[in-house]
Nanobody
Framework: QVQLVESGGGLVQAGGSLRLSCAAS????????MGWFRQAPGKERSFVAA????????YYADSVKGRFTISRDNAKNTVYLQMISLKPEDTAVYYC????????????????WGQGTQVTVSS
């Protein structure tokens, strides 16, 4: 079992930055690929970024490439999402996710979800 708890969301002006964190419980965290998804009001949950268990591979949605960076610290059981140049369309609830491999994260085949953290970008 892996439990995920996100933090770091909030209200920021367009062009600003935020860093989301996802703290994971469980001794097997380092074996899971991790990712971030988001869900805006009235829209389906969508993929944002993913990272393999050994940080060797990262993947991003086209809408966030060059602005968002996913990273992880296996010693701290934590995955991060650094977001810069935020836009109002980035407003959403952001969810942390864990899966057996990075391909499954990208495909949405997630084993564990966090509860989400709200990010609001004002124009």
């Amino acid at each position: 079992q892996v439990q995920l708890v996100e933090s770091g969301g909030g209200l920021v002006q367009a062009g600003g930055s935020l860093r989301l964190s996802c703290a994971a419980s469980g001794r097997t965290f380092s074996t899971y690929a991790m990712g971030w998804f988001r869900q805006a009001p009235g829209k389906e949950r969508s993929f944002v970024a993913a990272i393999s268990w050994n940080r060797g591979r990262t993947y991003y949605a086209d809408s966030v490439k060059g602005r968002f960076t996913i990273s992880r610290d296996n010693a701290k059981n934590t995955v991060y999402l650094q977001m810069i140049s935020l836009k109002p369309e980035d407003t959403a609830v952001y969810y942390c996710a864990a899966a057996q491999n990075v391909g499954m994260v990208v495909a949405g085949g997630v084993d564990y979800w966090g509860q989400g953290t709200q990010v609001t970008v004002s124009s």
